[in-house]
């Protein structure tokens, strides 16, 4: 009997399905890429798959699943990607050189046949028209396929028309926004195709968009096409075999990170990791700048894996060469303080008494200019303009501000990366990871937008620890559209530089001197009295001179590049200002200017008079100028504390010894009358007085402050009272006034006239501010009250004696003579000029005050002849006395004292 000769028994393993009845089988590889066969399964028919027009051919369209397509591949899918299998070929078509035959799950026919298992399901068809009747295998499938026919399986069941067909979205409309949807989240995927080592194409699950991911942060060695034909790269196939063997067809998880053209980048999660860590430590691949920012599962692992295929010098790093490190571990790491910002990518940190290092931030690339134009050149006609790059640059004035407002004056940790050698003119830089609070400098100044990432050669590893870190904060400023990567117009800040223009410098001195205390940031501190301000109210540059002082100046360069030697002490004076207030926001009062164009006024430092602390270490004198100023007594004050304790500039000085006073008895009253105009009486007795020597000044004055105010009249309602500030304000008379606030309730002001002693409550319309060229000439209204008498405590009699005191003496020239001090103000005799009459004799003969004892020899004389005056208005029974002698009792609480 003859048999029919059985096809021979294949294996290999499962590569891809291509659909319900179609499967790619890799076999034994044997010295390269493993070789494929596509097998048909015999006697059936699937359901066809989905097909997306081929945009290179003319009038391709697409096409859409079969019932049950999608599943009959799934089935197929599950089952059988990576497994082993056995298979026969029952036949080869001619021409087409496809072949058919019969797929088993495991090492030999004797495993579950592929085909039944499909028939059974009902998720293909059996072709009846080519089944033998003699054949019991091809008659089990008709069998089994009435079976599943009977049972409704699959195919063969109930179901509308359209469902079990997939919605197919093939090309992504808007993939930024297609990304940004899906939040950073994992998406399920399976993976249909491997175009290299680090590119696929996914089915993103369950609403089937067909997408291209790129890996991010990685790429494997490529295909590049010569002509027609592609040529791979070293280790290109074998990258590709390493991704394809591990992901293709395999559910997997998909983090959309980005976009490059119309392809996605993210991280496939296998499994057993991330495939893009898998490559990098096997040596087929190379971390990439450009997408490293978009990594979100950790660019440090990735780095790492890098770092570790360099070490063992796999496939594409054999001839790898690590870069020689060039700092020292004991010198890598150390913190300090920050005393300016230099630039938008450098700092200057002080790390030691008088010690300070510059330190760059690794890896930052600053704000750059603008591309000129021939629009930007300037005309033969027009001056050339000073370059100020901090102000004109684009974004570099922002990114100066946010690291001063940040750092000048704060403790930061510094953590040296590398140091990049001098070239093109440049000196050698320090490059270095700069932290305060945990927070990467470099990270948040780019993720404003104020700075780019450099972007280096694929073996330069010359770059900042934290480099990835910078790279996503960069994408992160992208995406937002803040900063340089804005589609704004870039801020413009156009500011007036009048330092040394003395032009410019007169047309600004009204403004800042009307403005009182005015905001201002240390640009440059030239000596410890001299800096360079910016004024950002007025938006100008000036040439600042601390007034009241005369300090020291350090070695300058001088004509014919010599240089001019310091003061001594010069140099600790301007290094105590610029640790001070060296990019410092400090407050300052512009007084004056002199020839040169530069302003004099004083600068508070946290409210502390930068003038007084200079002087305070002896680092400055005090100027005889500061005699007229508000501060002089504190001046005074501080330079007698520097001599005490020999600071700096009085480290020599010897003071000179007290001529002794010898004690030759009791003092004579001495007897300096000054001539007085009595400008204001109060109640209880006490009076203010001008010094008629100086009645011009203040008539000046007067005339000046008037004269500014007309020619520059305030705003009603711009100026907003404090407690305790000078101003000036308009009396009932329609005048202007030097004043000062005592007290501001809801509706009132109550101010003091410094200058004629009375006082007022009023609108806060009818104040202003009070220019400091006003502030110089001290009060002229100083306070008394008339020595060795004392107020009456009867009310009716307190009014009678102020009363009669207003009379004799108001609006009239008296002299005065200072007899003792009090708190405050001094107590004093007042004569009539005419006749030299003692006023308060005078009101002690009338029995209008009662006579008060003191016990110094020298006033005696003066005590008795108030006495006597007293005895005789008793004996007069006059006013006080008229009912008889109230101080008998000797009691205090009577209101006398002896």
């Known amino acids: 009997m003859s048999t029919t000769p059985q096809p021979a028994v294949q294996r290999g393993i499962v590569k891809q399905i291509l659909s319900g009845d179609a499967i790619v089988i890799r076999g034994q590889p044997r010295g390269g890429p493993p070789p494929e066969r596509t097998i048909c399964l015999s006697n059936v028919t699937a359901p066809r798959l989905a097909r997306r027009a081929n945009p290179n051919l003319e009038g391709s369209t697409e096409t859409k ?73 091809q008659q089990k499938l008709i069998q089994l396929e009435d079976t599943a026919k009977g049972a409704g399986k699959g195919k063969w069941g109930q179901y509308q028309p359209g469902e079990h067909i997939r919605n197919i979205t093939w090309t992504i409309e808007n993939p930024r926004n297609f990304v940004d949807s899906h939040h950073g989240k994992p998406v399920s995927a399976v993976i249909e195709h491997v175009r290299d080592g680090c590119t696929v194409r996914a089915f993103l699950l369950p609403n089937f968009d067909y997408v291209t991911v790129m890996l991010s942060g990685i790429k494997c060695p490529m295909f590049k096409l010569e002509g027609t034909t592609p040529k791979p790269e070293p280790y290109a196939e074998e990258a590709k075999f390493f991704t394809e063997s591990r992901l293709l067809q395999r559910e997997v998880e998909i983090i959309l990170e980005g976009v490059s053209n119309n392809n996605l980048l993210g991280s496939v999660l296998h499994p057993k990791g991330n495939i893009a860590e898998l490559l990098l430590r096997e040596g087929f691949a190379r971390c990439v700048d450009w997408s490293m920012g978009s990594v979100s599962q950790g660019a440090d692992k990735l780095r790492t894996a890098e770092k570790f295929a360099k070490e063992k010098r796999l496939r594409i790093w054999k001839d790898f060469t690590p870069s020689t490190p060039t700092v020292e571990l004991k010198d890598k790491n150390f913190s300090g303080k920050v005393v300016e910002v230099v630039n938008g990518d450098s700092l200057m940190v002080k790390i030691g008494e008088n010690q300070y290092k510059k330190c760059f931030l690794s890896s930052v690339r600053p704000p750059r200019p603008a591309p000129i134009t021939d629009a930007d050149e300037p005309k033969k006609d027009e001056p050339k303009k000073r370059s100020r790059p901090l102000y004109d640059i684009p974004y570099m004035f922002e990114a100066r501000e946010f690291l001063r407002k940040k750092l000048v004056g704060k403790k930061v940790n510094v953590q040296i990366d590398y140091i990049q050698p001098p070239a093109n003119n440049f000196p050698e830089k320090t490059c270095c990871t700069i932290t305060i609070g945990g927070i990467n400098v470099a990270e948040a100044l780019i993720s404003k937008g104020l700075a780019s990432v450099i972007r280096y050669r694929q073996d330069d590893d010359q770059r900042s620890a934290h480099y990835d870190e910078l790279l996503a904060a960069e994408a992160r400023a992208e995406k937002k559209g803040v900063g340089i990567h804005s589609k704004k117009e870039p801020p413009i800040h156009r500011v007036a530089d009048i330092s040394g223009d003395v032009n410019k410098a007169k047309q600004f001195l009204p403004f800042l001197q009307r403005a009182g205390k005015s905001e201002a940031i240390v640009e440059f501190v030239a000596s410890g009295s001299r800096l360079r301000l910016f004024i950002p109210r007025e938006t100008c540059l000036i040439t600042f001179l601390l007034a009241g002082i005369d300090c020291p100046r350090g070695s300058r360069p001088g004509p014919n590049n010599t240089t001019v030697p310091g003061d001594p002490c010069g140099e600790e004076a301007m290094v105590f200002t610029k640790e001070a207030c060296l990019q410092r926001e400090v407050e300052v009062e512009v007084e004056s200017i002199d020839k040169g164009g530069n302003f004099i006024g004083w600068m508070f430092v946290d409210g502390v008079n930068h003038s007084i602390s200079l002087v305070e270490e002896g680092l400055s004198k005090m100027h005889f100028t500061a005699e007229r100023s508000n501060f002089y007594k504190a001046l005074s004050t501080a330079e007698e504390r520097a001599k005490e304790l020999k600071k700096n500039v009085w480290a020599n000085f010897v003071e000179e010894k007290p001529v002794e006073e010898i004690d030759e008895g009791p003092q004579e009253r001495a007897v300096n009358h000054k001539t007085v105009v009595v400008t204001e009486v109060r109640e209880d007795m006490h009076f203010y007085a001008q010094d008629v020597e100086n009645g011009p000044k203040l008539e000046k ?132 000029t005419d006749n030299k009459d003692d006023v308060a004799l005078g009101l002690i003969s009338e029995g209008l005050l009662i006579v008060e004892g003191r016990r110094e020899k020298r006033l005696q004389k003066l005590l008795d002849d108030y006495k006597k005056a007293q005895e005789k208005a008793k004996a007069s029974r006059v006013n006080l006395w008229r009912y008889g002698d109230f101080t008998e009792d000797d009691a205090k609480e009577f209101g006398y004292k002896s």
């Open 701 to 832: 004055l007067m005339e000046q402050l008037r004269q500014d105010m007309e020619t520059n009249p305030p705003l009603p309602g711009s100026y907003t009272p404090k407690k305790g500030d000078l101003c000036a304000a308009k009396f009932v008379d329609g005048e202007w006034y030097r004043a000062k606030v005592e007290k501001v309730d809801k509706n009132n002001v109550h101010v003091f006239y410094m200058d004629y002693g009375n006082r007022e409550a009023l609108s806060p319309t009818r104040l202003a501010v009070l220019t400091p060229t006003f502030h110089g000439l001290p009060p002229q209204a100083k306070e008394y009250a008339l020595a060795l008498v004392a107020v009456p405590e009867d009310e009716d009699a307190k009014k009678d004696a102020s009363d009669a005191l207003y009379n004799d003496i108001l609006n009239k020239q008296m002299l005065l003579n200072v007899e003792y001090r009090g708190q405050g103000f001094d107590y004093v005799s007042l004569a009539y």
């Open 65 to 137: 699943d079969e019932a049950f397509a999608w599943e009959a591949r799934e089935f197929l899918r599950k089952k059988l990607i990576g497994k082993e299998v056995a298979f026969t070929v029952e036949y080869k078509v001619p021409g087409s050189g496809r072949e058919y035959g019969c797929v088993y799950l495991g090492k030999d026919t004797s495993a579950e046949n592929v085909t039944e298992i499909l028939v059974a399901e009902g998720l293909v068809e059996v072709r009846r028209g080519g089944i033998k009747a003699t054949d019991e295998n």
